[in-house]
């Protein structure tokens, strides 16, 4: 038998108890700060709110039930959806959403935006990424905070993670992406909370009759399906033509067709699930990149990498990175402008259609930056 | 902009400050970790980051847990003498056809890194099983540990579980669909030609000493012995096949429980010393792990990740393949799983245009071998632990030559991808299942010539003895 070796005495195990305990009571503060909701601020455009919860009850309580903000306009029409937030980490997502229900109003039929899709995966970072919990945007009336969270749920709200994950639409997955919203589509009413979430998105896209839906993104620089939508093959022509438009005006987007056999994505399952037209938009972060250098709120909001430009130059890039890089700005901008030529497409095909205005162009939200579209931070009806 | 040589400078520090600390003041690896990457999050600006420290290390909570309950768990049937009777009926049972033993012996080293898609769990459970059977057989001890910490990798590589090529192809949306075949191609021709080179000379030259054999407690407790083994298989087996039915235990969970069963089946145990045990050997390697997360943490916080990743995808094709086999393995040392999703994301994205299924299973096989790679070398230490060699590096020193084959022949297949990709995904199915059917009737007639090879050169090594 091999004697045992002695490491210390139980004095020694108690200070250092005492020493991890202490570290965790101060980092636990900085855990916890990431629960607390960062306010948003209705523009005269919503007209009421409704909780997922109302689509799906079993959500109700958790921490995944989210907000979903409705903009009616005064003429009949068809329903549009708006996603954003479905991963926290691609922070254009959720702030065109967020500027959306700030800034625009409807003036036909009816848009319906949740700018926090997976909410418990706003309130952790990811692990070994190094991601600041929040970032700032500058508005006219001073700064004002965002959350930077993960791309999964919480694994407060959701663990064990499984070793594979096979989803509802029967894909085998990496254990970890069991907490990936946009893997969990269609989503089951008895599945585990991710799963639960995605099936009351699905649930809203049905009750609401929703026409066309929109899953707002962001990818890595060197990530082939970048500056594009990716549609269901229902929604192939608008986006087509929508992408054709877009390029007239100067900002170049390609356009994907939603893969058969990759299963549990927004494109491909809510169009097979319900009868609405299926897009996905992807934009430029390089904060979510393998290649980025320094982890920093800059980097998340102005887009700025010298190791992104090298790679660029050597043709490791599916999209151009220069020196200005691809700030927040320019992100949020594209998404709305394509959101905004998505319905304007649509709107010529069908007696149903939904007429938003007051949705800021790349070049407006370039010029005057994507502060200049969100309301103040004293502004008095927030919510949560 | 600043340039991208300012991330060298802390990642300079962060390296320097462990190679001092590790080699210069005799430090623990586990805490020079942890001191190296405050260093870098200092000379970065960014003071002591208590949350980004505590952040990188939750990363590994999973890993972590798995490894002090496998690690209970194989101390458990270690003392009830599970392991033992295992070993003694495997040798009896096919001692006249050794060269068939190591081979089978070998697959089943495999089978829980199949199943779970991990090398520490395949290493502490199937590889502890047979362990013992090699080291009867007469394959020293460190040869031993070589064996089960090749089949735990190889196990964590072959399907249907791959997890590094799950996680490579859930970087560049490519779903887990065809991999079966080519993943079998690849490992399973590896895991019999590593065996066979680790263990065949010693099988020769050793007959079996009965009186050496590790014994049964079958006839002593019966059925009853098994009951662990078998929890652990139905456990995991019953989440894997009905996933939508059975809810995920985790495996920590599962082996815990499969531990709790093992006290009431064998022989007496206080299950308390031997999990105080367990975990007290295993709490080395989770330190290194805890600080391998600060160390990936801050790493990425400060953009020394970037500089790696950047420098190394952005190489001419030829010098792809070096830093493929170089660096892969090497950020395996802190997690095969983190060099998977580090580095063969944009390896694959480099590489793309050819068959992407062929270059991802072998990318996985060599991020794999990052389980091998000091500090953690994962699957080396733990087979160490199995074996009972205090210095895990006597057991990796025997899988230099196995792992340099095995990134060899993953280079091979990568360069090789477009004729695998013609064979292996050609529309007639009924030629190309005739071929693997041959070239497995071959393999196997080899085997068990061999088998009859070995017992005649024993033979005549006992007939010139007398």
């Known amino acids: 038998m091999t004697p045992q070796r002695k490491y210390g005495t139980w004095w020694t195990a108690l200070f250092l108890l005492l020493l991890v305990g202490g570290v965790l009571l101060i980092v636990s503060h900085d855990f916890l700060a990431m629960r607390v909701d960062l306010p948003i601020y209705p523009g005269l455009g919503v007209t009421s709110t409704a909780m997922l919860s109302d689509y799906f009850a079993p959500l109700k309580g958790t921490a995944a039930d989210t907000m979903a903000y409705i903009l009616q306009g005064d003429e009949p029409g068809g329903t549009a959806f708006v996603l954003g937030g479905t991963h926290p980490n691609e922070p254009a997502s959720s702030l065109a959403a967020i500027v959306l229900i700030e800034s625009a109003r409807v003036t036909r039929g009816r848009l319906v935006v949740i700018p926090r899709a997976n909410r418990s995966a706003f309130t952790c970072s990811e692990p070994q990424e190094g991601y600041p919990q929040t970032y700032t945007i500058e508005t006219a009336n001073g700064s004002r905070e965002f959350r930077y969270g993960s791309r999964g749920t919480n694994p407060v709200d959701q663990w064990p993670d499984p070793v594979i994950y096979i989803n509802a639409a029967g894909q085998s997955l990496a254990g970890s992406e069991v907490r990936n919203l946009n893997r969990s589509y269609p989503g089951s009413p008895d599945g585990n909370l991710t799963e639960q979430l995605a099936y009351a998105i699905v649930e809203l896209i049905r009750q609401e009759d929703v026409d066309m839906a929109i899953d707002l993104h962001e990818a890595s620089p060197e990530y082939p399906v970048i500056n594009a939508i990716v549609a269901h093959e229902d929604a192939l022509n608008i986006a087509a033509e929508a992408a054709m438009f877009l390029e007239f005006e100067g900002m170049q987007i390609g356009v994907e067709r939603s893969p058969d056999n990759l299963r549990g994505l927004s494109h491909r399952e809510w169009g097979d699930a319900t009868d609405t037209l299926a897009l996905l938009v992807e934009a430029p972060n390089p904060a979510q990149g393998r290649l980025r250098g320094r982890t920093s709120v800059e980097l998340i909001v102005e887009g700025i990498d010298p190791f992104y430009v090298r790679a660029a130059q050597r043709g490791l890039l599916y999209v151009p990175f220069f020196e200005a890089g691809h700030p927040i700005d320019e992100r949020v901008g594209r998404h709305l402008q394509t959101i905004a030529m998505l319905l304007e497409v649509y709107n010529e095909y069908t007696d149903k259609g939904v007429v938003v205005v007051d949705v800021p162009t790349l070049s407006s939200v370039l010029e005057h930056g994507v502060g200049a579209f969100l309301l103040q931070p004293n502004t008095t009806n927030a919510t949560n | ?466």
């Not at chain 2, 033992?84 to 012996?105: G, K, N, Q, W, Y």
């Not at chain 2, 996680?167 to 065809?178: A, K, L, R, T």
């Open chain 2, 1 to 466: 902009m600043s340039s991208p040589f300012a991330e060298m400078i802390p990642l300079l520090a962060m390296v320097g400050a462990f190679a001092a600390m590790t080699f210069a003041f005799k430090l623990p690896v586990s805490i020079s970790l942890v001191g190296a990457a405050i260093l870098g999050a200092l000379v970065a600006g960014q003071g002591v980051p208590l949350r980004h420290l505590v952040e990188g290390t939750l990363g590994y909570l999973d890993t972590l847990l798995i490894i002090a309950t496998a690690m209970i768990f194989m101390r458990t049937i270690q003392a009830s003498g599970l392991l033992d009777t295992i070993a003694h009926h495997l040798i009896t049972a096919f001692e006249r056809r050794p060269a068939s033993l190591l081979v089978l012996m070998m697959l089943f080293a495999m089978s829980a890194g199949m199943i779970t898609g991990s090398s520490t769990a395949a290493v502490l459970t199937t590889g502890a099983i047979v362990a013992p059977a090699f080291m009867a057989l007469g394959i020293p001890k460190n040869k031993t540990g070589a064996i089960i910490a090749m089949a735990g990798i190889l196990g964590m590589i072959a399907p249907p579980v791959n997890i590094p090529v799950m996680i490579i192809g859930g970087g560049v949306d490519m779903p887990y669909i065809g991999f079966g075949l080519p993943l079998l191609i690849l490992t399973l021709p590896l895991a019999v030609a590593i065996v066979l080179f680790l263990g065949l000379k010693s099988v020769r030259a050793t007959s079996i000493d009965r009186s050496l054999l590790p014994l049964s407690y079958h006839r002593q407790y019966g059925w009853k012995l098994y009951l662990p083994l078998v929890m652990l298989i139905v456990l995991i087996v019953l989440e894997r096949a009905f996933p939508r039915i059975v809810p995920s235990f985790g495996m920590p969970l599962v082996f815990m429980i499969s531990a709790l069963v093992a006290p009431w089946t064998g022989r007496k145990m206080n299950p308390w010393t031997v999990a105080r045990d367990a975990v007290q050997a295993a709490l080395p390697v989770m330190a290194i792990l805890a600080g391998v997360g600060m160390f990936l943490q801050i790493m990425a916080l400060t953009g020394g990740r970037g500089f790696i990743v950047s420098l190394l995808i952005g190489l001419p094709l030829g010098l792809l393949y070096l830093s493929i086999a170089v660096s892969m393995p090497l950020f395996g040392a802190v997690s095969a799983y983190g060099s998977a999703s580090i580095l063969g994301v944009p390896f694959v994205l480099a590489l793309l245009g050819t068959n992407e299924i062929i270059v991802a299973s072998a990318l996985s096989l060599i991020a794999a071998m990052g389980d091998l790679m000091p500090p953690t070398a994962l699957a080396g230490l733990f087979a160490a632990k199995v074996v009972e060699q205090p210095n895990y590096t006597q057991v990796l020193s025997h899988c230099l030559i196995p792992a340099g084959i095995t990134v060899g022949v993953s280079l091979g297949y990568m360069a090789t991808a477009g004729f695998w990709d013609r064979f292996l995904f050609w529309d007639n199915r009924l030629a190309l299942y005739g071929i693997l059917l041959g070239s497995i009737g071959l393999v196997c007639m080899s085997i068990l010539m061999l088998d009859h090879w070995v017992l005649r050169h024993r033979r005549e090594s006992v007939g010139a003895q007398l």
